[in-house]
């Protein structure tokens, strides 16, 4: 509709008229991005040896555009976000690669038959709840994008309907059926299951209330979330989150008299087992506006101090086979690529995780600092996050990121630091 208008072919002058009433009613934002990341990975890691198996980029240059448009009615709401990027991966000695890639990572058609239902369907992003640092009360995305800025989650295929009776009280039940990466995925074997959640929001004047309910269509048990927040007083705020379920499809390590002494299996898929995440936490707002914030998972889907060792041991002989002129490289490379995917989304049970932020309304640069530490291993990672506005429609930001820990640890098996630099463009 933009470029007709820019052409001037209507001939009807009604007709431009109403298109132009149309045009009224929505928007367009156009924003461009020029980024690159250079990284230090670890040579000596005993889960990557040589950078075989991950095959991590030394070095990666991506350009990315991001279009989001919108029309709004009165019973009728229409969000499209197609999403365009290129990238340049560079290997040190090896070949460097590029990619082209073209997606919709939002699309959503919403309709209000009623004050209090609205209806919604197509491919969108659904986060809740105040952590930082994860999210354990959903789902979908237990990694909430918070932690990077700058990276967008990939939105997911998706019907959902919501009820509100109240100003205060809404009840939400939504299907996804894809994970966002195109196709109809019911029946396809790619490892993705469909997933129905039912959902109960409560907010008062101070305090927000959420409960969730979900089932994934497959042979997963139900799982149960929470998360409840609570403003005491102007400065502080405090909440906490949690996710339940009973057994878990994750990969843990076992012996086993094989050439790299162990493998990984699925020890507690079918148990009765319950296995939690729960996180406690709260900001507090200096008379700066400068905010600080605490948070402390516990997550007893992780390995324990005994795992963890057998997980690195298994690591490095596979790693000593990978390395030297064998027979059984082959099953040290598949063990290994499945020790870097064994299902889990943090590897230990333990964590603190430090956040401190400036006042948005400052004038000046935004800036975050943020420090992530694994207390049963004892590794750490820290990233520094700024953005400085040069024009109205130009910003550069940088993103430094340091880890520490011993080779046989979390945040510091793969890589030791990264440092991002870029600029991005207000086009629209």
């Known amino acids: 509709m933009l470029l007709g208008l820019l052409a001037g072919g209507f001939g009807d002058t009604a007709k431009a008229q109403d298109l132009q009433g149309l045009l009224d009613q929505g928007s367009a934002n156009l924003q461009v991005f020029a980024l690159d990341t250079e990284r230090g990975l ?7 040896p040589n950078n075989r198996v991950a095959r991590l ?14 029309l709004s009615l009165n019973a009728f709401e229409l969000s499209v976000k197609p999403r365009a990027r290129f990238e340049w991966f560079r290997f040190g000695n090896g070949k460097p690669e590029t990619h082209l890639e073209a997606w919709l990572n939002q699309g959503t058609v919403t309709l209000y038959p009623a004050q209090s239902l609205t209806l919604s369907a197509g491919r969108d992003i659904l986060t809740w709840g105040p952590s930082n640092f994860r999210s354990p009360s959903n789902p979908i995305y237990f990694e909430n994008g918070r932690i990077i800025p700058l990276r967008e989650l990939r939105g997911v295929d998706m019907a959902q309907a919501t009820w509100a009776p ?3 009280l809404s009840v939400s039940l939504m299907h996804q059926w894809g994970d966002g990466r195109g196709g109809w995925q019911w029946d396809r074997d790619d490892g993705f299951r469909a997933l129905t959640l039912l959902k109960v929001d409560y907010t008062a004047d101070v305090y927000v209330a959420s409960v969730n309910a979900s089932k994934r269509w497959a042979h997963e048990r139900p799982r149960f979330g929470a998360f409840a927040q609570a403003t005491v007083n102007e400065a502080l705020l405090v909440y906490a989150e949690a ?7 994750a990969l843990y390590p076992e012996p086993r008299p094989t050439p790299v002494g162990g493998a990984f299996v699925p020890r507690h898929a079918a148990d009765g087992r319950l296995f939690y995440s729960a996180l406690v936490g709260g900001g507090y707002t200096l008379n700066s506006g400068h905010t600080v914030s605490l948070e402390y998972l516990a997550n007893n889907e992780g390995y324990r101090w005994a795992d963890e060792a057998r997980y690195f041991d298994i690591a490095a002989r596979a790693s000593a086979l990978l390395s030297a002129p064998s027979l059984d490289a082959p099953l040290a490379g598949q063990t290994l690529g499945t020790a870097l995917n064994n299902g889990l989304a943090l590897l230990g049970r333990h964590y603190l995780f430090l956040q401190v932020q400036n006042n948005p309304a400052d004038a000046g640069p935004i800036w975050q600092l943020r420090y992530s530490l694994n207390l049963v291993d004892g590794s750490g990672q820290a990233s520094a996050y700024g953005e400085w506005h040069v024009w109205e429609r130009l910003a550069f930001f940088a993103v430094g990121v340091l880890h520490h820990g011993s080779p046989r640890s979390e945040f510091n098996a793969l890589q030791s630091r990264s440092i991002l630099v870029g600029a991005k463009g207000y086009v629209l």
Do not use: F, H, V, Y
């Open 166 to 168: 109240s100003q205060a």
């Open 243 to 249: 996710g339940l379920r009973q057994g878990t499809p």
């Open 42 to 48: 670890q040579t000596n890691s005993l889960l990557n």
């Open 57 to 70: 980029s030394q070095g990666q240059t991506e350009l990315e555009a991001r279009l989001d448009l919108k």
